[in-house]
Every structure is written in structure tokens, then in C-alpha cells.
């Protein structure tokens, strides 16, 4: 969901985010059927449940390369970061036991935001921090502590419960995966296949992944509930 480079778009890296779209927007419209009108799915576990997890793994993976070739990675996180705070008002309004309190709105802006700290690391420091971002993530999986104010670092306390929910740890790694990326493939700040022309559904979805996903959610519900009720 990052969309400054320091010079011309890069196709390959829009056509990547437009496929992350188009599998959320999948995963999303199998939560609204399952939640909304108890289709006999699942998407805690199995294929539905890594789907998701893969749309989700491949913007935070993209975020990470492009802050390596954005001109304002601080400023293009404080904006996501806000949606992300947006999303948790509207959310306590429609469910105060679920509402989202650190979803990857929130751990993507604040990735972006602190990617400065990171960006003068070699590609293999970075994966070093990776491995060690998982791993913390991993341990802090099984605690549980007594504060809320830990919830973005992965400490939950007992009975969490929320909407959404990517804490710093262990997907920090993820984004340090990307920057590691970018740092190694994409030194020139040019695409690797300046010969190929992706498609343009893909890269425009791409371009305006941002958009698409705070406005796809309820449009999805209008658009089932039309399904669903309209004869």
C-alpha cells in the first residue's frame, strides 16, 4: 500500500500489489458470506485462513520493498497509520468487542514510519533482524500480560478479541523481508522488467490499493446484501 517511488512506477511491484488486492478482496467476501449469512465455510484454518494470511504477507512484503524506493516513507506511514485509526473508531461503533485496535492499517504505517530507523542496514543485517522479529513473535505468541498497551508489540492480555489484528511482532520481520529485497534487487531504483508490459488491471489496482481497501469492505456488503435480498 505504498505508492511514492523515487522515479517512474515500477510495473512488476503494482502488478504484485494488485494481486494482494484481488486475494483480499476474496478472503473478504468469504468473512462477509460466512459472517453475515452463515455459509458453511471456515476461514480460521486451512486454504481460506492462508489465503488471507497470503494477501496479507505480500502487501506487508511490498511495503517493505517500496519504502526502499519511496521519497517519503515517514509521511505515507502517518497517513496510513490515520486510516488505520479511523478504521478503529468506525469499528468500536459497530462492534465494541471486536473493534480493531492494531490492524495492518496500523502495523503497516508504523513499519513505514520507523523504517528510517532501519534504512542504512545491509540486506543481510536486515534478514538477521527478520529471523530475530519472527522468532520474538513466536515467543510473545504464547504470553499473556496484564497491560492493552502492549497489544501492537504481539503481548496480548487474556480473552483478546478483535477484527484484525497484525502486532509489530513477528510481522515486522515480513517488512524487513521486503527491505531487505529491495535494498538487493532494486539498488538503480529501476524495474527488473522494463520489457514487459503487466496488466493493466493489475497495476491499477496496484496504484490505488490504498483506496481499494478502505472503500472494498463496504461494498462488498451492499453488493451481497443485494444478492441476497433483491429479487
Not at 452463515?38 to 485462513?49: C, S
Not at 524487513?176 to 508490459?197: H, M, R
Amino acid at each position: 500500500m505504498l505508492n511514492h517511488y523515487k522515479a517512474n512506477r515500477l510495473g512488476e511491484i503494482d502488478a504484485l500489489r494488485g494481486m494482494a488486492i484481488i486475494l483480499m478482496v476474496i478472503f473478504h467476501t468469504i468473512v462477509d458470506l460466512k459472517d453475515f449469512y452463515h455459509y458453511p465455510v471456515n476461514y480460521h484454518d486451512g486454504f481460506w485462513y492462508y489465503l488471507g494470511k497470503s494477501s496479507a504477507s505480500l502487501f506487508i512484503f511490498l511495503a517493505g520493498l517500496s519504502a526502499t524506493l519511496a521519497t517519503s516513507p515517514i509521511r505515507h506511514g502517518s497517513r496510513i497509520f490515520f486510516c488505520g485509526l479511523a478504521l478503529t473508531i468506525i469499528t468500536w461503533f459497530y462492534s465494541p468487542d471486536w473493534y480493531i485496535r492494531f490492524g495492518i492499517l496500523h502495523f503497516l504505517g508504523i513499519s513505514l514510519i520507523t523504517y528510517p530507523l532501519v534504512n542504512k542496514q545491509k540486506p543481510v543485517a536486515l534478514l538477521l533482524l527478520a529471523i530475530f522479529a519472527v522468532l520474538l513473535g513466536h515467543w510473545a505468541a504464547d504470553q499473556i500480560v496484564p497491560w492493552p498497551l502492549l497489544i501492537p508489540l504481539g503481548l496480548l492480555p487474556d480473552g483478546f478479541q478483535t477484527m484484525d489484528y497484525y502486532p509489530l511482532f513477528p510481522w515486522y520481520g515480513i517488512f524487513l523481508i521486503g527491505t531487505a529485497a529491495g535494498k538487493y534487487f532494486y539498488q538503480s531504483g529501476t524495474s527488473l522488467f522494463p520489457y514487459v508490459a503487466f496488466p493493466q488491471p493489475l497495476t491499477f489496482l496496484g496504484r490505488h490499493s490504498l483506496a481499494i481497501y478502505l472503500i472494498h469492505q463496504p461494498l462488498l456488503l451492499v453488493l451481497l446484501y443485494g444478492l441476497h435480498h433483491i429479487k
